[in-house]
């Protein structure tokens, strides 16, 4: 339950960016669904439950020795499920390196209570996404 109200607590309104496609039309090609989705292993910051990732068509890796640096416009879509799997929020990264609300690694990082209608800014997520190597960067696909 704190977490929750957690959620609800932090950020600013997300803006100029594109929305999320319409009625979870990130679930639909060229966007795809990471091959290891459903997450279920409790990893801190993440309530319990179930996670699944999407990403869209740019890459996030387009340097295999670097594996830190995506492509900017890359987007990767996190939908959390409690543990009596409804929908729970609506995670978003966004690789928009110079956009006004970026965190300091270039991400946009948000959140959607609505479905995605909204979306808030959650720089809290920054805290273990920023390594692209430590346990929070499950969201990274496998090399095609």
């Known amino acids: 339950m704190a977490f929750t109200v957690l959620l609800l607590a932090c950020g600013d309104e997300l803006t100029d960016v594109d929305p ?31 996670r699944y990732i999407y990403y869209n068509d740019l890459p996030l890796f387009p340097l ?22 409804a929908l ?3 995670a978003v990264m966004r690789r928009l390196p110079e ?19 909204t979306e808030t800014v959650y720089e809290l997520c920054e ?7 430590s346990i929070g960067s499950l969201w990274a696909p496998p090399p095609r």
């Open 20 to 50: 999320l496609p319409a009625g979870n039309g990130y679930r639909d090609a060229p966007w795809t669904l990471h091959p290891d989705s459903p997450f279920t292993r409790r990893i801190g910051g993440h309530p319990p439950g179930s």
């Open 127 to 133: 805290t273990c996404h920023i390594d692209p190597l």
């Open 99 to 117: 956009h006004a609300q970026a965190a300091e690694d270039g991400w946009v990082y948000s959140l959607s209570r609505d479905n995605g209608k």
């Open 88 to 90: 729970s929020y609506i």
């Open 64 to 85: 295999p020795e670097e594996p830190g640096f995506a492509q900017d416009g890359a987007v990767v879509v996190k939908e959390v499920y409690d543990e009596d799997e």
